[in-house]
Antibody
């Protein structure tokens, strides 16, 4: 079945970068867009950006534009999200999700907890 | 960015109840709205897309309606497994934005 499997939890110090992976299975990876969304404690879900897994084209939220890089490796059916210059406010669960239909998200990865602490 | 406001933020109900959650967008989003269910420690799961289309495998007690700026999610007869948090999402334009969530409690 269609599935997205994310990398494990990370603990980072302020100022560091984190790279989260999202491995797709059960569908043709290059035919779909993958989004990244985060959920900070007590906050609503927040869209970060997407990548067209076929062309590699990306679009980022203005909020994260200067700090986020989304890439993909089609040979590994994997998308990546790298966030730099981390602060404690970046502590959150990060999700990848595939575009479904006109723009809803299905399925989602299981989430990756990133904790930023000195 | 399009603001999405959900209400109520939390709600207490009993099994067998009929529950309605509303979502309002700050501008016309046609029918580009989805509803998700999220249980603690789990990823969101798609329930409804296109404002009213039930995702495959989702029980028929879930339904969605609305277009433009006002939308509703209705659960016709609550089951124990329905106690969770529900989010709406607009995908009319980027950045995609989400409601703040409605926590449905027993």
């Amino acid at each position: 079945q269609v599935q997205l499997l994310q990398s494990g939890a990370e603990v980072k110090k302020p100022g560091a970068s984190v790279k989260v992976s999202c491995k797709a299975s059960g569908y043709i990876f290059s035919r779909h867009t993958v989004h990244w969304v985060r959920q900070a404690p007590g906050q609503r879900l927040e869209w970060m950006g997407w990548i067209n897994a076929g062309s590699g084209k990306t679009q980022y939220s203005q909020k994260f534009q200067v700090r986020v890089t989304i890439t993909r490796d089609t040979s590994a059916n994997t998308a990546y999200m790298e966030l730099s210059s981390l602060t404690s406010e970046d502590t959150a669960v990060y999700y990848c999700a595939r575009t479904y239909g006109s723009g809803s998200y299905y399925p989602w990865g299981q989430g990756t907890l990133v904790t930023v602490s000195s | 960015a399009i603001r999405v406001t959900q209400s109520p933020s939390s709600f207490s109900a009993s099994t067998g109840d009929r529950v309605t959650i509303t979502c309002r967008a700050s501008q016309d989003i046609n029918s580009y709205l989805a509803w998700y269910q999220q249980k603690p420690g789990r990823a969101p799961n798609l329930l409804i897309y296109g404002a009213s289309t039930l995702q495959s495998g989702v029980p028929s007690r879930f339904s969605g309606s609305g277009s433009g700026t006002d939308f509703t999610l209705t659960i016709s007869r609550l089951q124990s497994e329905d106690f969770a948090t529900y989010f709406c999402q607009q995908y009319y334009s980027y950045p995609h934005t989400f409601g703040q969530g409605t926590k449905l409690e027993i």
